[in-house]
Structures are given as C-alpha cells and as structure tokens.
C-alpha cells in the first residue's frame, strides 16, 4: 500500500508533513496512513503538470503515442486487477466482485480514450464551409491544459480514470485528487503510470482533505480546468471558485432517481433490477434509481417480492465469498443514513423492512437495506438523496401522473422504466428529464456512451466521445485566401 503523494514523477512526503487514517470500514480499524497534502503541495503538483503541459511536449505528443501510455496503463491495472481489487474493498468496503468489476472498467476506460487519442490524430480538424469565398476556416481542437481533478468516494478507481484517460488522451495534465476516505487505489494508479513510464508532471496525485487540498486546487490559477464528482455543496464551492479565473468546469453531482413499473411488467424481472438500482454499492451511486414508482395494480404484489428477496440479502465483509452488500463507507455516512431513515419514520414513513444494522454485526458500519412505503412528496426521504442502500416505494394511477411524480425533482441525473410495450417505454423516456434513462433496466453503465445530469445533476457529459471533448478547446484558424487588398482604410 501506497501512503506518499505522487508530484511530477517522485513519491515525496507532504511538505508540512500531515497524515491521514485509512479505516476499513468493515472493520474499523486502519489500514494505513496517507499524506494530507496543503496548498504547498497542491501549488508543486501543479506547477510541475504545468511544466508537463507547457515546456515537457505532452500536448505535442501525437494521438497514438500518446495513446501507447494508455495502453500500457490499461494493461498495468489489468495485471494486477484482483490485487487493487482487494485494496478497493479494504478501503470502500464493497463486495470483492463489484470491485473487481469496476477496477476492469477503469482498465477499459483506458484503453477505450486511447482509441480516441488516436483518432485525434486522424482527424484533427474540421473544414468550414464560410458564406465569404474569399476566406478558408478551419475548426481544431487543442487540450485545454491542465486539469484539476476531484472525485469522491463510491467508485474510487472508477472515478478517476473517468478524469484521467480523457484529460491524458486529450493532451491535458492532471493533478488529481482522490476523497480523503479512498485514496489508496489512486495512489495505486500513479505506481501504475509510473511503471508505464509516463513523463514526469503529466499525473499528479494529492491526497488530503477537500477543505485544504481539494480548495487549494480549485482556486490554483494555473489549472485551466476543474472537472469535479461529488455532492451538490461542493459542485457549488467548485463553479464559484471557476468562475472568478474562468475555468472550464464539469460536474457530475448527485441525484434522486426515479423507476417507473408498468403493470404489464414480470415481477421477478423488475424486483431484480429494482433492487439493483438501489443496493449496488450499498445504494452509494449517484444515479441510484432510489424513487420507485410502481403501477397501483402490481404495487402490492411488487412490494412483496421486494420486501422478501431485500432480506435475503448476503450481507457482510466485502471480501467474504457471497456477499452482496457491504457496510457503507465511514461512520459518517453511516450515521447519515441512518438518520434519513428516522426522519423518514417521523414524516410518516413505513420502514419495511431493514434500514438498522444487521443482528451479529458489533463492528463495522453494516446497514440492512431499507424499503421505505407512504413517504410523504415533501420530506426529505423522498426529495433528497440518501446515498444508502434505502428506497422509497410509492404506487401511481395513470403514466402521466408517473412522469409527473419522476420530473418532479431539483435533480435530473437518471431515470428508468419498464413495461413491455415497446411504444410506451419510448414515449415515457422522451418525457424524463434526465440526462440517463435507462428502458427495463437500471444502472448498466458503458464507457462509449454519455454520462452525466440534468437540473442540479450537473454540468457537462463524461464518458465517450463527449468525456473527451470536457478537455478540449475548439480553435478557428481563418485564412484571407484572395490576392485582392482587403482595401478598407488604403483604397
Ligand atoms: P463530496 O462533495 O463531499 O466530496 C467529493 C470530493 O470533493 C472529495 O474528494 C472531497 O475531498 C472534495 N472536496 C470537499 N470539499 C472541497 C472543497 N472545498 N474544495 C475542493 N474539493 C473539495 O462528496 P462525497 O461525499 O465524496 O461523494 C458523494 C456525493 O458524490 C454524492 O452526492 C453523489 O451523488 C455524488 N456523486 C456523483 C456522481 C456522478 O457521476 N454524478 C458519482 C459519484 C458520486
């Protein structure tokens, strides 16, 4: 395990010397110890991705070679994909298999924005057809320059690469923040870089609290971008501090997903994909589908089935083979959660079933997973987002009232139906405002394809082509092409 920060090439203590815990949330008991970096640190880091970008030639390195480090990154991770698996679950507490997932996706995340590096080179710029033939345009895209990166603590491997294979493909350099809560598989992402030889300066990685270093990045005024997961508050802090250097900005915030069930929907089929849109990663997803809305002639015979297949879920030590729910990830959140659920209970909620720790667990931050019924429209368990494995559970009459009930949200990140018929599940998407929907399923989640929110979701798409153009600039270059003066001021 990693515990020094990674700042242009070299793993160097924090200048004033600060640490912080790294607690396994299974267990409670720390795991390791990691620098806290301060502005001294920040202000190194991204001096020296600033040297990367502006002297060292990473934006001058063509598509595909700057494509061969993606590639040899991609294949660093999956080479050691079980072992950095295993520090994700130490470190997050998710099930060994979600985590082995998400360390293959981040590989293929990799290799995917290398495909598009190259492509870059193939086409690098776009002919513009002018209404004055006495000028030739032409559009190119250009990196932005260096990025400033903060992601947050659900999908700690995933999120990063998320910013650092388009930032890296594009010719951008990163100083990279991981949440303070998970650092180390970042940490293990630099060793990884390093090991691929990617120059020195074009990845940085500092870790440390949100307050201190995570600030000191965002107000830094030689980072050119801020690309930024994590809550609403500080998605807030974040276009504040862009907007006084005007910094380009992307934010991917959080959400309160609904899930729309036709009645002509199979129970067990929508039961399963209820459930995972909502206990995936102990509900700490951003796009969780944590508003259910099931049609008034199946909602009881849902209900049911979801009650019963909820409390039979494995729960446990992420590393135990089985489980499919873990604790959540700090005392914090834990607590959060469980407080959700009381003010649930007191606006008028039916707790279900779960939403209290689970019998024989005295350690750990285990929570059972939480259907909530008769929750009031205006309390918060309905209109905030939990960031638990809790749903709220609620019957509709007609689909207008259902795509009612879903839009009726200050958030617009994902939504989901399902029903059979085919016409229905196109009409009702057209009529989400979110900015992911997904038609009898919810969560798959593809590295080609766009992501990201509507409303106070956020700002900005990642992933796919549309995550490469979040570190781009586009440049007209326009050429007088006539021999004939321009002949203004001197006829
Ligand atoms: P958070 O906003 O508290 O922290 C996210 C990151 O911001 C951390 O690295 C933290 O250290 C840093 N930070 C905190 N204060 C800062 C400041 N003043 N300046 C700069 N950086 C600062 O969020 P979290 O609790 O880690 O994550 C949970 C939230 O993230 C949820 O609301 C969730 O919906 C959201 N989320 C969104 C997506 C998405 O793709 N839309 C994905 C994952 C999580």
Known sequence: MRSELYIDGQWVKPIKGGTCEVINPATEETIQTIGAATAEDVDVA?????????????????????????????????????????????????PFPEADWDIADAAGCFDFYAGLAEQLDNNPQETIVLSDDRFISK??????????AIIPWNYPLLMAAWKVAPALAAGCTVVLKPAELTSLTALELAAVADEAGLPAGVLNIVTGAGSVAGQAIIDHQQVDKLAFTGSGPVGSKIMAAAARDIKRVSLELGGKSPFVVFEDADI?????????????NQGQVCSATSRVLVHEAIYDRLLARLIEETNKIKIGNGLEEGVLLGPLVSKRQYEQVIAAIEGARKAGATVACGGRRPDGFDKGYYLRPAVLTDVPLDSDAWVEEIFGPVVCVRPFKTEEEAIKLANDSRFGLAAAVMSKDDVRVERVAAAFRAGIVWINCSQPTFTEAPWGGYKESGIGRELGRWGLEN????KQITRYITDKPWGWYIK
């Open 139 to 148: 559009a190119v895209k250009e990196p932005i320059g260096v990025a400033g």
């Open 46 to 94: 991204v001096k020296a991705a600033r040297r990367a970008f502006d002297k060292d030639g990473w934006p001058k390195l063509s598509g595909a070679q700057r494509a061969k480090y993606l590639r040899a990154i991609a294949n660093g991770i999956r080479a050691r994909q079980s072992e950095i698996a295993r520090l994700e679950v130490l470190d997050n507490g998710k």
């Open 471 to 474: 570190y781009l600039e586009t």
């Open 268 to 280: 067990d089929e929508a039961v399963e994909w209820v459930m995972f849109g909502i206990f995936w």
